[in-house]
């Protein structure tokens, strides 16, 4: 058998590390993409009429397969955040304001209301809303 490997009856080998490697290799690009994704959207910067309507449009007008009265606890955390950082009036602002409501949700319930897992609830209404919007939040510089 190969060293750090397993092999097969036709002598085929699978190399765990290089699994791993491959693996953590996909994990750093997407964890890159992500991470740019976070730098827009706290720079992104919403008028509370937009934010507004964002909710409204995800449980009112059901854009987001979610418990209606977590529209209550998004407001709320949006317009009342519980953490500092999160008071600046901007997507991201909103997208943990819809993360922090589906916490309220059991795990089964949580993966049901965005119907993908690895997603953040509620990012695909911000995306679909922003770009139908054509880009409603400005973009501070830097």
Not at 8 to 24: A, H, K, M, P
Not at 66 to 89: I, M, N, Q, W
Request: with cysteine; charged share 25%; proline share 6%.
């Amino acid at each position: 058998m190969p060293q750090n490997g397993l092999s097969n009856d036709s002598g085929q080998s699978f190399s765990l590390i290089d699994c791993i490697s491959v693996g953590v290799d996909r994990m750093q690009r997407n964890f890159e993409l992500m991470r740019k994704q976070v730098e827009t959207w706290q720079r992104s910067e919403l008028t509370d009429v937009t934010a507004k309507v964002v909710i409204d449009e995800a449980f009112v007008e059901d854009k987001l397969e979610a418990p209606k009265h977590l529209a209550r606890a998004v407001h709320d955390l949006y317009f009342e955040p519980k953490y500092e950082e999160f008071r600046p009036r901007t997507i991201w602002s909103l997208s943990n304001a819809f993360t922090s409501a589906f916490k309220e949700l059991g795990p089964i319930p949580q993966f049901q209301g965005d119907g993908e897992a690895g997603r953040v609830p509620g990012g695909s209404v911000l995306e679909g809303f922003l770009t139908t919007h054509g880009g409603a939040g400005r973009t501070s510089d830097p």
